[in-house]
């Protein structure tokens, strides 16, 4: 009776907490995106403060990077709309596609020609750079300012620059612009690309003036608007960057303080704004010092959030020039594309873009074995498959003490019976009686643990890496899985798709009805390790470990596909390991006795 009771409780319990989290964590969290994007579609236009005016705002302060702007009375436009209200000049990569604005000479235009919104094919292609008075303004800019005061123009955002004609800016073709500020300054912008997403941009400032000029160079990604994010604890998205000696700083959109802008004197480094695949980020020169900032404000109702660097102050005397050279990164978040850029340019930890948490010393070695035999065998749930095999090697000997200490337990069962029977009414001789035994025979009774315990770190690497990696999204199986960084898109509920119904659509239960084929087939794996392993003592420890693989099917139904296939081949390899060792060391591999034994019981208890 008390059993029962306990496993109505323990059911009661995980449902409650099930429902509770979809109430009050899930449909909350649905609720807010779809706040924040009904927001966005009812976006106004914003305003336009010109660099060199917001900068004499200041009043004899140190000058700053310009701050998120607009186009000057524009009204929300399509996408289509904003690129068309300006001149440009056309972006044409094997990587990227999109174009340069000649108003601001912003890198405002980049859509990235190799990877799509869905599994689909036909479907658009993923938009990363959107220009102001677009619906989602998300821009990159450079240039040069003034100290506060100083009456001098520089371009701004509504400078008109000049490119030959015909010019287009391609991995063998730069793009040169021009613009004259009128006092004998002449301000030249040279934009190169590579054929995948870094930019260089060099500006050159010729004095042809009587009076010598100081001005500063600046960088920075501009985002208007809060973005959808994936909301997830264990992925950073939001502004990202290196500050020299400050390390690695990441705050998200929603921890973004108008009143406290996040402001660092930095060697070097790189910042920018970040999504889980995609990113844009400045890069100033790596041996130059440089004011780093993070920053937010509000215009016209609108969130904008931003990441600049400031240089230091270049004097330039009436016949002299000076320069700056950045770099922009905009694109998809590969590593090997992302690890090259920071061997070739010498960019601070750069690496450190791609979010692999705070096991990056497990996560990314994980991530570059699998990549390796995924380039040997062209499909990444195998090299999942082979990678675990690999780790089942690795940690052999520690798992095969674990199985001797677990068959030598199964032996001595009789043993452990008849003290149960002989101290029934006495629990703490009993518990005596037990150790004395364990320690007769050199059992570790935890060491039953140690397999679990050993995959608890590798689980949440590959859970990291199937979540962040851009080269897992969309990366197909066999069969039905043809997105191991999405969940089994099956459910039992509808027999596999043979009934034509969405059981998602049911209220509050329908995440969890989505039931997929792999889920099952782990938690069939994980049920028969279980049952190959002697029952603990305890009718309450006995009762936890019934109904785990059950609380982990539906657990697992939604994480990555990837994830679910390396756990149920992880607990098959495991379930092949130990019968192995059972048998060496003499002990009877009870597996199907323990079987019938469960079905035989349930058949009792209902009789």
């Known amino acids: 009776m008390t059993d029962n009771r306990n496993m109505f409780i323990a059911i009661g319990l995980s449902l409650v907490i099930l429902i509770g989290w979809q109430y009050f964590i899930a449909l909350p969290q649905a609720e807010k995106q779809r706040q924040i994007q009904a927001q966005q579609q009812a976006a106004q236009a914003i305003p336009t403060p010109s660099p060199s005016a917001e900068a004499a705002q200041g009043g004899g302060a140190a000058p700053t990077a ?17 690129l068309a209200a300006t001149p440009r000049v056309a972006i044409e990569t094997p990587s990227l596609r999109g174009s340069i604005s000649l108003r601001g000479a912003r890198a405002d235009d980049l859509t990235l020609s190799q990877f799509r919104e869905t599994v689909d ?16 303004p998300f821009y990159a800019e450079f240039g040069w300012t003034v100290a506060p ?3 001098l123009p520089v371009p701004g955002p509504d400078t008109l620059w000049t490119a030959e004609a ?17 006092q004998g300054l002449l301000f030249r912008r040279t934009f190169t690309v590579d054929d995948r997403y870094m930019f260089t941009v060099k500006d050159e400032v010729e004095n042809k003036g009587a009076a010598a000029a100081t001005l500063y160079s600046y960088g920075l990604v501009s985002r208007h608007g809060m973005p959808h994010t994936q909301g997830y604890y264990i992925l950073h998205e939001g502004l990202i960057g290196v500050m020299g000696d400050h390390g690695l700083q990441e705050v998200t959109y929603a921890k973004m303080d108008d009143a406290k802008p996040l402001a660092m004197k930095a060697t070097g480094g790189w910042l920018g704004i970040t999504d889980k695949y995609w990113a844009a980020t400045v890069i100033p020169d790596q041996k130059a010092q440089v004011d780093s900032r993070f920053s937010s404000s509000t215009v016209a109702g609108t969130r904008t959030f931003q990441a600049d660097y400031l240089g230091s102050a270049q004097s330039i005397a009436p016949g002299a020039s000076i320069a700056s050279q950045s770099r922009l990164f905009a694109g998809a978040k590969e590593v090997a594309v992302v ?11 750069f690496d450190l873009l791609i979010d692999w948490g705070w096991f990056y010393f497990i996560t990314k070695p994980l991530f570059l074995v699998i990549d390796w035999i995924y380039k040997l065998v062209g499909n990444f749930g195998v090299a999942i498959l082979i990678v675990t095999v690999l780790l089942k090697g690795i940690f052999f000997p520690l798992a095969n003490k674990s199985y001797a200490s677990m068959a030598k337990m199964k032996a001595l069962q009789p043993e452990m019976m008849a003290i149960r029977e002989r ?45 962040v990696t851009i080269e897992m999204r969309q990366a197909p199986f066999f069969g039905w899985i043809h997105d191991l960084s999405a969940p089994d898109p099956t459910t039992v509920f509808n027999l596999f ?10 209220p509050v239960l329908g995440p969890y009805l989505m039931l997929g084929a ?40 939604h994480f990555a596909a990837g994830l679910v296939i390396y756990w149920a081949w992880n607990n098959t390899l495991s379930v092949l390991q130990q019968a192995v060792i059972m048998r060496r060391n003499g002990v009877k591999i009870e597996l199907w006795d323990n079987i019938t034994r469960t079905f035989s019981k349930k058949k009792t208890a209902k009789g």
């Open 121 to 136: 094919p036909k479907s658009p292609n993923i938009v990363l750079l959107s220009p102001s008075g677009s619906p989602e």
């Open 423 to 467: 101290y029934a009414d006495d629990k703490v001789k009993q518990q005596q009686a037990t150790m004395e035994l364990y320690k007769k025979e050199k059992i570790n009774p935890v060491a039953g643990c140690l397999p679990i315990l050993i995959q608890i770190p590798v689980f949440f690497a590959l859970y990291k890496v199937l979540f």
């Open 66 to 82: 310009p701050g998120s702007t607009g186009v000057a009375g524009s009204r929300v436009m399509t996408r289509a709309q904003a």
């Open 497 to 506: 798709g043979l009934i034509p119904w969405d059981p998602s659509v049911v």
């Open 339 to 349: 690890d090259g850029y920071e061997r070739q340019y010498g960019i601070d930890r």
């Open 166 to 182: 015909g010019a287009k800016l391609t991995p063998a073709t730069p793009l040169v612009l021009t613009w004259d500020n009128g």
């Open 518 to 557: 792999w889920p099952l087939i782990m938690g069939v794996t994980m049920w028969v390790q279980m049952k190959l392993n002697p029952a603990p003592p305890d009718p309450t420890q006995a009762m936890i470990f019934n109904y785990m693989p059950i609380i982990f099917t539906f657990m697992l139904a």
């Open 149 to 151: 005061g100083a009456n």
